[in-house]
């Protein structure tokens, strides 16, 4: 039994959660009914009205910890806060969910005001024999668009002014335990996790930048990928998705439609390659390929037909189809030595930050927080 001052109502399963606040923050009462309740093995369901917004960091600590986002409508119906999906009550989170797939509900609005944002979503091996410097990787991507973190924490609010090494310090006394941080500045807004796996420090970063409309910074995709091959300098990308979305100014997530994310890139580190099944068409058509981390890639070198001259290095790949071309790579990943890899499935960050909301897949949803 769960026992916990937010608790407003039990039903079967569920423990339900009502906020008639405007905005929803993960404060650090919500955060201990999250984690107690996962640890119990019952769904919390946050029950809220249809203007109600939650943040980033609520929204993945709803994912990772699996639970709900319940949207109660004026005529009392409900419908999933991040699909969409009407609900005929709070146990279909229970036994459908936590989060509700299918075509939304009618009464789930789309968006009349987004704005352009890029989500990278980054697993990573630091090096055993170098210092961990966690944040390192957000700072190098931030740089590309001129926003960077200003302010980080736990929970929220966010108030303590962002500092690399104290994130890091964090993150070390957090361990060998997941450490779970986040991070918000103007138009950009992350979250940060960080455990071990065989002595060696794997932390996932899933952020999220606002950007310039399309075709007004056309230069844009090939500094935000010429980042990512400076963090691979520092680190060891392992796999990553990169995403193209829109979204709501404020970073706040809303239950409305955006319209559906079209996936850019996947980042796969050195050890990560080794895991794809290369036969038959290699890579993909409609993908163009850069390498990193090896004699050959240490220029950026870009090709067509994604041949290399080495195969000890990792690569970026460009999709041109977006979902399809996503779609074929997942599907080429031996998934059991990644999990042995990193502790976690490849779209593990993705999904829990919403990026796969109506593309979820539950043989590739598996992990998550408190991954081994």
Known sequence: MVRHPLIDDV???????????????????LASLLRRSADAGRTVVLRTGRESAITPALRHALGAYGAAWAVADFDGTLRDGRTGVAASGIEDFVHRGPELVGTPSPEHPVSADSVRQISIDLTLRHHAERAVDMGSAIEALCHTVGTCPTRWGTAEPLTVPWDRWVVTQYAKHEAPGVSTSYAVGEGFSATMTAHLVGGVVVETMSAVLTVPEENTDPELANRLFDAVQQVADQVV??????????????????????????????????????????DGVWPPPRTTTATFGTRSGADGDRSEDGDTDSTDGGMIVRFEDGWAALESFLDRIDEDRFLQLVGGAPLDPAHDEGTLDGHVRDARVTGGHGAP
């Open 11 to 29: 039903v079967g399963p569920a423990i339900v959660v009502e906020s008639a606040s405007p905005v929803v923050w993960l404060t650090d009462a």
């Open 237 to 278: 990308p392992v796999f990553g998705v990169v995403m193209q979305r829109r979204g709501d100014a404020d970073h706040l997530v809303r239950a409305v439609s955006h319209g559906e994310p079209s996936p850019l890139a996947v980042v796969i580190g050195p050890e990560a390659s080794e895991f794809l099944d290369r």
